[in-house]
């Protein structure tokens, strides 16, 4: 059974039911189509990609909103990690130890400053 043939079974039954319908029944159906008229948004295509609802979309923009307040804070996390990641100040004291226990880092002995240094020390 396709929608015409469910349609034309279905009519008889609804026009027999709205004969039966009350003037305040009628009322309040006309209510509820007219608000149910107005909450609806013509379909909205998004870049030519795809079709959504427009309540759809006025939620969405809602969300990204939401999403962009709640990302802000996250954002400001790694700037900050970042510059503290960029301050080039050197704990003189760190690398010393690291010195002495031996653990530097192969980069310290491809410094060629690190290599006078050591030549100079001895």
């Not at 039911?17 to 609806?40: F, M």
């Not at 080039?88 to 530097?104: F, R, S």
Request: hydrophobic share 45%; no cysteine; glycine share 6%.
């Amino acid at each position: 059974m396709n929608e015409k043939d469910f349609a034309a079974k279905l009519k008889p039954w609804l026009d027999r039911s709205a004969t039966q319908v009350g003037e305040l029944e009628a009322t309040r159906l006309k209510a509820a189509r007219l608000r149910a008229l107005d909450a609806y948004r013509e379909p909205v295509s998004i870049l030519g990609l795809a079709t959504v609802n427009g309540g759809v979309l006025e939620n969405a923009r809602y969300t990204l909103l939401q999403r962009g307040l709640m990302i802000l804070p996250l954002l400001a996390l790694v700037a900050a990690l970042t510059v503290q990641s960029i301050d080039t100040d050197v704990d003189l004291g760190e690398i010393d130890a690291q010195l002495l226990t031996q653990e530097l880092p192969p980069d310290a002995y491809l410094d060629q400053e690190f290599r006078s240094w050591l030549g100079s020390s001895r």
